[in-house]
């Protein structure tokens, strides 16, 4: 069965400082992955998501995210941080839309 | 294009009592998810429907949950008899037949 590891529960950045969140999976076939960011007391929104093809993936808001299958992972990154990027972070796997399963976040700090 | 809808947004209830929440998905979508999630945690699929039909229900705890989507638009879920450990925000999503779910801002249920 597909699982979702985010290994740090909580990050804190500075403002302007580069960010990159873990997300390791498991997955028996090809994977299709995603992440979404929750504001406090919001639903979640699609950063981005890979399917196939180009394994390096932009998203909104200037994230990307890196699918590597020898690591099974697939971490986001932005390279410089907003106060407003002050969020918890969610990876996802899933074949296509069903049976999709969530980590459990990572909730990020952004230091003035 | 309106969001996906949700109410309540926020309900309090003691524990062995029912409840109900609703979701009316983005117009047109074919596919709607209920997710359960519990303070910490990822969210949880308890069910998708794809249109009127039940695509996937495998963790949904039938003893005491329902949910219905009559006419393949609007779907409640109901919680009868609800217990403490059913607290959680309780998402909605939906989704043009395989593409991205787009989420509501959920339901936060606290059962005492």
């Known amino acids: 069965a597909q699982s979702v590891t985010q290994p740090d529960i909580h990050i804190t950045v500075s403002e302007g400082a580069s960010l990159e969140l873990r997300c390791n999976y498991s997955y028996g076939a090809t994977p299709y992955l995603f992440w979404y960011v929750q504001s406090p007391g919001q639903g979640l929104q699609l950063l981005l998501k890979?399917?196939?093809?180009?394994?390096l993936v932009q998203g909104i808001k200037g994230f990307e995210a890196e699918f590597k299958r020898s690591q099974s992972s697939f971490n986001l990154r932005k390279p410089s941080v907003h106060w407003s990027d002050a969020a918890e972070y969610f990876c996802?796997?899933?074949?296509?839309?069903?049976?999709?399963?969530f980590g459990a976040g990572t909730r990020l700090t952004v230091k003035p | 294009e309106a969001g996906v809808a949700q109410s309540p947004r926020y309900k309090i209830i003691e524990k062995r009592q029912s409840v109900a929440f609703w979701c009316n998905p983005i117009?047109?979508?074919?596919?709607l998810y209920w997710y359960q999630q519990i303070l910490g945690q990822g969210p949880k699929l308890l069910i998708q429907f794809q249109n009127n039909g039940v695509v996937d229900d495998s963790q949904l705890p039938k003893d005491r949950f329902s949910a219905e989507r009559l006419k393949g638009v609007d779907s409640t879920l109901k919680i009868q008899p609800a217990k403490l450990e059913d607290s959680a925000v309780y998402l909605c999503?939906?989704?043009?037949?395989?593409?991205?779910?787009?989420f509501g801002p959920g339901t936060r249920l606290t059962v005492l």
């Open positions: 890979y399917f196939s093809g180009d394994t």
């Open positions: 117009s047109g979508h074919a596919t």
């Open positions: 996802a796997v899933g074949a296509n839309n069903n049976d999709m399963r």
């Open positions: 999503a939906s989704s043009p037949r395989t593409d991205t779910q787009y």
